[in-house]
Structures are given as C-alpha cells and as structure tokens.
C-alpha cells in the first residue's frame, strides 16, 4: 500500500491546473487536500463524498443522451405517432419545478444536474411533434408556459419558499403516481409480456439496441418488453444512487422522501417483472385464463357452443389479447355430441 501510495502521490499532487480546480470545487478545498494531496484512504467522510460526486455526474452523463434515440426516430419519420405532448408536458412541467427548487435551494449540481438535461430533451421532442402535428402555435405556447414557470419559480420574492417546497412535493407526487398505472396494469395482465416465449429474440434484443430490421410480431413485442424491462431497472439502480447522493450532499426532507418513494414503487415493477418472468408459463397463462373467465362471465359473454364448438369464453379470451393467433391452446371441440 506504500509502495502505490509513493507512486500515485507525483500524480495526484500534479494534476493539470483545470482537473486540480475541478477536482477542489466538486470537493472542497478539504476532501481535496485529504484524498488527492495526502491520498488519505481513512477518512471515511470524504470517500463517501467522492462516491457520491462520481454516481451523481455518471447519471448525469447517461441522462445526457438518454432521449436522443426517440429524437432522432422523430426526425427520420417525421410522425409524431404514439407520442403523448400531454404526458410530455407534464413530465417536463415537473422536471422544472424541481430544477426551480434546486436552484433556489444553492444544491450540488451534480444532485439534481440530470432533471435539466431530461427537461431539454423532453422540450426538444415536444417542439418536434407540434412541429410534424402542424401545431407551431401550440409550440410556441409550450416553451412560453415552461419559461414562465421558471421564470416565477425562480423568483423568491415572487413564489415563497413554503409556496415554492409546495409546488416541489407536487411535483414529486406527479412522478411517484406515474408507476402505479404501470404496477396496476402488470398485476391485472398477470404478466409482463411474451418474455418466456422468444428466449432467442430476447437474447438478440440484449445484445442489439436495435430491433430486427423486419421485425415480425413476436419481436416487437420482445424488444419492446426488453426495452421496457430495462427501463425499469435504470430507475430503480437511478433512484437508488439518488437516495445515498441526497443523504450525503443534501439535507432535505422533500427530496429524500420523494427519491424513497420512487425507488419503492420501482423496486415493486421490478419485482413483478420477476416474478411473472421466471413464473412457468403455464401458471401464467392460467392465471390469465382465470382472470378472463371471470372477467367475461361479469360481462354475460359466456354461453353455449355454437354449430363449429367456439364458445363465448373462447372469443371473449381471443378478443382480450389471452389466447394468441396461432398460439398454443385447445381449439373448439368439433366432436358431435349426443
């Protein structure tokens, strides 16, 4: 241990006067001289601040460029379809509340720096679909709305700080009740998708960020379930990392509890996402069979057989998305009875 310490000590001593100057602001004049000048390991205090700096610019960095793939989609298709300006704004209109409140509260940049790098490309991909929807009026509203915003939130004389701790929990509230449609609907479908069925497909999605580029139904649909199930665990790794930043840099109730209450909410998709994609597939499916026979027998849609032995639990099934074309299951009996 010495010996490296010898040997990193010329180094760390003499770093270029931009990297020293970093390094001293992310740090403080203090943690510098002690895990850089003395390299001293010990101090306890100060790795975990180290720690906390580099996860914090390491989302920073990955939320930098986390949007631009639906970006760049918008702009070699030039349709706005599937695309929500509604969900969008809002997400963004949070995103700057929470800037606001940060600012005004003198945090760490690299605490909070993702939620305006997020909120830019948000802005970005909405402009593009007013743009390609025709709506350049509606655009313009857009950023004049997000501007005034800021503009008023930033402002203590304007927006006090109880007002504005306030706006800030509703903020965190409009994130955190995001997941629970996400929750609600895996919970009623009994799974998250065709995961267990196209093993290779899912194997291809995880090595490519790309789908096929003729994608049948069957790929769709597992790259899209993959994407999603990657999504879910980056927010629960994201929110994770947010609570121990905030504990070591931030001292603020509003923030931990709202970083608490993401990673909950997240930790149980994840969980579900286990759960029904390690579950037999048969439990799955009969799960899911239940469900819908309950579901039709509410709906007065079961009955008798017809002439060719379909039945109305059958159709009620294929029609909800339970029973797949050219899946597999027990077709209508066409055997005679009596």
């Given amino acids: 241990m010495d010996t490296l310490r010898t040997t990193l000590l010329p180094i760390t001593q003499n770093l270029p006067t931009p990297l020293d100057n970093l390094a001293v602001t992310l740090l403080g004049p203090n943690c510098h001289q ?14 975990k601040l180290a720690l906390s700096k580099a996860l914090g610019l390491g989302i920073i960095t990955a939320s930098s460029i986390v949007k631009l793939p639906q970006i760049f989609k ?18 963004t209109l949070s995103y700057v509340v929470t800037l606001s409140y940060n600012l005004r509260k003198g945090f760490p940049f690299s605490t909070y720096g993702e939620t305006a790098l997020i909120a830019a490309q948000n802005v970005v991909i909405a402009l593009l679909v007013f743009r390609f929807q025709g709506r350049e009026a509606l655009a313009a509203a857009f950023v004049a709305v997000l501007a005034g915003v800021a503009g008023v939130l930033g402002v203590e004389g304007v927006v006090p700080e109880k007002e504005l701790g306030w ?46 580029s003729s994608p049948s139904r069957a790929h769709r649909e597992t790259y899209t379930n993959v994407r999603y199930q990657r ?9 994770l990392t947010r609570i121990f930043t905030t504990l070591q840099e931030v001292d603020d109730p509003l ?3 709202g970083f608490i209450a993401g990673f909950v909410l997240n930790a149980v998709l994840a969980a579900q996402m286990l759960y029904y994609w390690n579950a037999p597939a048969s439990n799955t499916a009969a799960g899911a069979k239940g469900k819908g026979r309950r579901a039709n027998q509410k709906m007065g849609l079961e009955g008798k057989a017809d002439e060719r032995g379909g039945s109305a639990v059958g159709q009620g099934a294929f029609s909800s998305g339970l029973v797949t074309p050219g899946g597999k299951g027990k077709g209508p009996s066409t055997r005679r009875r009596g």
């Fill in 34 to 47: 002690s895990l850089l000048h003395d390299l001293d390991l010990s101090n306890t205090a100060c790795l």
């Fill in 167 to 212: 706006a800030q929990g509703a903020a965190g509230l409009l994130g955190v009740a995001s997941k629970v449609p996400q929750i609600v609907t895996v919970w009623r479908e009994g799974g998250t998708g065709q995961l267990s069925a196209f093993a290779v497909g899912l194997l291809l999605s995880l090595l490519s960020h790309h789908p096929p």
């Fill in 74 to 91: 918008l702009l070699s298709s030039r349709s706005p379809s599937g695309i929500s300006t509604l969900a969008y704004g809002l997400e």
């Fill in 255 to 257: 923030i931990l509890y």
């Fill in 231 to 239: 999504q879910v665990f980056n927010y629960l790794l994201g929110s």
